[in-house]
């Protein structure tokens, strides 16, 4: 700061939610720490969640392999609190499977043999493996350059990721709806994996959530 004063980024212990990361915006080069990335993407989600093409715009010279790994690291932690909220109704006896409509039945990866499993289990297994793989060492010593084999698995994370969101979309659909209001997660996972090519758009089985034109769905069982 140009009068000297320190600005400290980083939520104090005791610090009330509305008053969560309450400090001013920091350009970008002057985020001299190897979260930067993260810590760009963060701030531009909080500045407008709806403001799609702001957050995903990658800064120039940036390393297209971290931003993916970043982004995806991010969806994950802001869906754990779809996690939270589907508690309240997707339990083990009424959701027995990780369904999308009766005409989709995911199979979880998070088994010896990829395996049915109640719904829930499917969503937090998921996330469970997400945080693991995103959190090696061995494929993600660094979050400065990631190298292109340990990219091409966040393909497959993805893949899994959007079948949560497919879940409380066609059988959660309010709970759905109020935490999509407040984030735009879904419409920001689905810009992102389409973006970049990520996975294919046979797979994105959700109507567009701007117009709510409806997809026509093959009928099928898709393995993890």
Same mark, same amino acid.
């Given at each position: ?159 899994? *990721? ?30 992102? *994996? ?24 093959? *009928? ?5």
């Amino acid at each position: 700061m140009a009068d000297g004063t320190q600005i400290l980024r980083r939520n104090r212990p005791g610090s009330k939610a509305k008053d969560f990361c309450r400090w001013p915006d920091q350009p970008f080069e002057e985020m001299d720490n190897t979260l930067a990335v993260q810590q760009l993407i963060q701030q531009t989600i909080r500045r407008d969640p709806s403001n799609l093409e702001a957050i995903l715009k990658m800064p120039e010279a940036q390393e297209e392999g971290v931003w993916k790994y970043e982004h995806l690291r991010q969806f994950c932690m802001e869906l754990n609190g779809l996690t939270v909220r589907l508690q309240s109704e997707c339990k083990p006896n009424t959701c027995t499977q990780m369904t999308a409509t009766e005409q989709w039945i995911f199979l979880c990866a998070a088994h010896k043999t990829p395996k049915e499993c109640p719904a829930i289990d499917y969503t937090r297994h998921t996330l469970d493996g997400a945080a693991c793989l995103l959190n090696s060492n061995k494929y993600f010593p660094s979050r400065v350059s990631i190298r292109d084999s340990s990219v091409g698995k966040l393909g497959s994370v993805c893949r899994r *990721v959007y079948r949560i969101f497919s879940h409380a979309y066609f059988h959660h659909r309010a709970i759905f709806d109020a935490f999509e209001k407040e984030t735009h997660l879904c419409k920001r996972f689905t810009y992102f *994996v389409t973006k970049y090519s990520i996975i294919s758009k046979e797979i994105l089985i959700l109507p567009k959530l701007d117009d709510e034109v409806p997809i026509n769905q093959p *009928v099928g069982e898709s393995e993890a």
